[in-house]
């Protein structure tokens, strides 16, 4: 195993990746981040350097941390924020994971302002690694031009924000004449172009990096092969458009099977569960360029038609794992329940079993688990502890908003039991014989969802809608283990994040 180190500087600088100049808040300067690239079994050093002028830190997504629990980058859950103008080391191994994941400001809604980077674990044992030629990543996000933290007052409200435009790889165009005057804005700024040489044969890895957009990605006149989801191998499984809701990842192997021309990759937003505004934005594009193709012709609009359900993830019939394992019964039962409604002061909130987490930005719970002192956590720290190794818990949650939520589990992967509609979950339609192992599933607008996990990570693990909502409180934390956590030792630079002068 290799140790990697990645230097990141995070600060504002002015950016145009839609021809639209705003500042962003970047990872070295640019948008996307740069790309986190190692082996299995490597370790991860992450020097941040905070010069945003506003706390920070950053969450490798989809990463376990077992055995470095502060590491998960959660302000108010496993740490306490990096104070501007001070540097944070981020120094953990991936020992048993491969795959696609990514790394992002877990600060606020930062990563919508692009605290955002690619993270790929190779694998030496790759089962499919013989069945492609060259790897490409497709990064995919709606694109805001307006300040994230600005955005989300307004959006729980009636008129809420729609995106104004979408990117791939942090590119597209915008039709300035939208943008309001006195702005800096240039028409076609250029979309992102992919290379193909023809007959070779491509692993796209995709992350969907959006702050509250599900797309349907496709490539015009290209079959692609599911092999992997968010570090599980699935079955090879032929589709035309593939479903990605936000901190999702897929691969998936591509084939330059067709005539030598251009082709237009689509991401396309999925509109029914975005606001009523959103029905006018285009889809979001990019330029698939075969070796010997004219440069600059415009590429014929051939898009795939095939139905697929909005709002919903990739169907389990779609999604089987490679390598079946014996799924465990499960010993304890809990059960979520999420609406939204106002607070006692009147403000819209996010509720879980009518709780609305509220973070505690000066401590965090995992310092609470080291004080002893966790059996005080007021209601709003949205709680749950789970005491015995090996213990298997099914979440059911039940949504009875008309939103629908993609939910990411810190520390873990789950067993996707199964989705359904209504606010019952239908425990006869769960599938236990080879369900998928993944970390951010979506449940559905008025419908629900059951995962199935087993305790062995010490740790304080976030369970949120990586949506706006999780800073409106759909936000849980899963306290694992806490005598283990207790016998292990935190750096000391990591308790010295709450002790520092904060602004
Ligand atoms: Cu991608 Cu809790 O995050």
Same mark, same amino acid.
């Given at each position: 195993?290799?140790?990697?180190? !990645?230097?990141?500087?995070?600060?504002?600088?002015?950016?145009?990746?839609?021809?639209?100049? #705003?500042?962003?808040?970047?990872?070295?300067?640019?948008?996307?981040?740069?790309?986190?690239?190692?082996?299995?079994?490597? #370790?991860?050093?992450?020097?941040?350097?905070?010069?945003?002028?506003?706390?920070?830190?950053?969450?490798?997504?989809?990463?376990?941390?077992?055995?470095?629990?502060?590491?998960?980058?959660?302000?108010?859950?496993?740490?306490?924020?990096?104070?501007?103008?001070?540097?944070?080391?981020?120094?953990?191994?991936?020992?048993?994971?491969?795959?696609?994941?990514?790394?992002?400001?877990?600060?606020?809604?930062?990563?919508?302002?692009?605290?955002?980077?690619?993270?790929?674990?190779?694998? %030496?044992?790759?089962?499919?690694?013989?069945?492609?030629?060259?790897?490409?990543?497709?990064?995919?996000?709606?694109?805001?031009?307006?300040?994230?933290?600005?955005?989300?007052?307004?959006?729980?409200?009636?008129?809420?924000?729609?995106?104004?435009?979408?990117?791939?790889?942090?590119?597209?165009?915008?039709?300035?004449?939208?943008?309001? %005057?006195?702005?800096?804005?240039?028409?076609?700024?250029?979309?992102?172009?992919?290379?193909?040489?023809?007959?070779?044969?491509?692993?796209? #890895?995709?992350?969907?990096?959006?702050?509250?957009?599900?797309?349907?990605?496709?490539?015009?006149?290209?079959?692609?092969?599911?092999?992997?989801?968010?570090?599980?191998?699935?079955?090879?499984?032929?589709?035309?458009?593939?479903?990605?809701?936000?901190?999702?990842?897929?691969?998936?192997?591509?084939?330059?099977?067709?005539?030598?021309?251009?082709?237009?990759?689509?991401?396309?937003?999925?509109?029914?569960?975005?606001?009523?505004?959103?029905?006018?934005?285009?889809?979001?594009?990019?330029?698939?360029?075969?070796?010997?193709?004219?440069?600059?012709?415009?590429?014929?609009?051939?898009?795939?038609?095939?139905?697929?359900?909005?709002?919903?993830?990739?169907?389990?019939?779609?999604?089987?794992?490679?390598?079946?394992?014996?799924?465990?019964?499960?010993?304890?039962?809990?059960?979520?329940?999420?609406?939204?409604?106002?607070?006692?002061?009147?403000?819209?909130?996010?509720?879980?079993?009518?709780?609305?987490?509220?973070?505690?930005?000066?401590?965090?719970?995992?310092?609470?688990? !080291?004080?002893?002192?966790?059996?005080?956590?007021?209601?709003?720290?949205?709680?749950?502890?789970?005491?015995?190794?090996?213990?298997?818990?099914?979440?059911?949650?039940?949504?009875?908003?008309?939103?629908?939520?993609?939910?990411?589990?810190?520390?873990?992967?789950?067993?996707?039991?199964?989705?359904?509609?209504?606010?019952?979950?239908?425990?006869?339609?769960?599938?236990?014989?080879?369900?998928?192992?993944?970390?951010?599933?979506?449940?559905?607008?008025?419908?629900?969802?059951?995962?199935?996990?087993?305790?062995?990570?010490?740790?304080?693990?976030?369970?949120?809608?990586?949506?706006?909502?999780?800073?409106?409180?759909?936000?849980?934390?899963?306290?694992?283990?806490?005598?283990?956590?207790?016998?292990?030792?935190?750096?000391?630079?990591?308790?010295?994040?709450?002790?520092?002068? #904060?602004?």
């Amino acid at each position: 195993p290799k140790t990697n180190t !990645f230097n990141l500087v995070l600060k504002k600088v002015n950016l145009a990746p839609d021809g639209f100049t #705003r500042i962003m808040s970047t990872i070295n300067g640019q948008y996307p981040g740069p790309t986190i690239e190692v082996n299995k079994g490597d #370790r991860i050093v992450m020097n941040i350097r905070n010069e945003l002028e506003d706390p920070t830190s950053i969450h490798a997504h989809g990463i376990f941390q077992k055995g470095t629990p502060w590491f998960d980058g959660v302000p108010g859950q496993t740490q306490c924020e990096i104070p501007s103008d001070y540097e944070f080391t981020y120094n953990f191994t991936v020992p048993d994971q491969v795959g696609t994941y990514w790394y992002h400001s877990h600060d606020l809604m930062q990563y919508v302002d692009g605290i955002v980077g690619a993270l790929i674990i190779h694998d %030496p044992d790759d089962p499919y690694k013989a069945e492609y030629d060259e790897e490409i990543l497709v990064m995919l996000t709606d694109y805001h031009h307006t300040e994230a933290q600005i955005l989300l007052n307004s959006f729980l409200t009636p008129e809420r924000d729609v995106p104004d435009n979408g990117l791939i790889n942090g590119k597209n165009n915008y039709d300035c004449s939208k943008a309001p %005057p006195g702005s800096t804005c240039v028409d076609n700024a250029g979309l992102a172009k992919f290379e193909f040489v023809s007959n070779k044969r491509y692993r796209l #890895r995709i992350i969907n990096t959006s702050a509250f957009s599900a797309f349907f990605f496709s490539i015009d006149k290209h079959v692609m092969e599911v092999i992997e989801v968010e570090g599980t191998y699935t079955k090879r499984n032929k589709i035309h458009r593939l479903p990605i809701n936000v901190g999702q990842r897929y691969s998936v192997i591509v084939t330059a099977d067709q005539s030598v021309d251009n082709y237009i990759m689509r991401s396309e937003f999925q509109k029914k569960c975005m606001p009523d505004g959103a029905i006018s934005l285009p889809v979001v594009t990019a330029i698939v360029h075969y070796d010997g193709a004219p440069e600059d012709s415009v590429p014929k609009d051939i898009p795939w038609t095939d139905f697929l359900e909005e709002c919903i993830d990739l169907i389990p019939e779609t999604l089987q794992p490679l390598y079946e394992e014996k799924v465990p019964e499960a010993t304890r039962e809990i059960i979520h329940e999420i609406a939204f409604h106002k607070d006692s002061l009147g403000i819209d909130k996010a509720f879980i079993n009518g709780s609305t987490y509220v973070p505690n930005l000066i401590s965090s719970t995992l310092t609470k688990v !080291f004080e002893g002192t966790t059996a005080n956590l007021p209601a709003s720290e949205n709680a749950f502890t789970f005491n015995t190794f090996g213990e298997v818990v099914d979440i059911y949650f039940i949504n009875t908003d008309e939103g629908e939520h993609p939910i990411h589990m810190h520390g873990h992967q789950f067993w996707l039991l199964g989705i359904g509609n209504g606010t019952v979950v239908d425990k006869t339609a769960l599938n236990t014989v080879n369900p998928i192992k993944r970390d951010t599933s979506t449940i559905p607008i008025s419908g629900w969802s059951a995962l199935r996990f087993v305790v062995d990570n010490p740790g304080v693990w976030g369970h949120h809608c990586h949506m706006w909502h999780m800073q409106v409180g759909l936000v849980m934390q899963l306290i694992e283990l806490p005598d283990e956590i207790n016998k292990l030792s935190p750096p000391e630079e990591w308790a010295e994040l709450c002790q520092l002068k #904060r602004y």
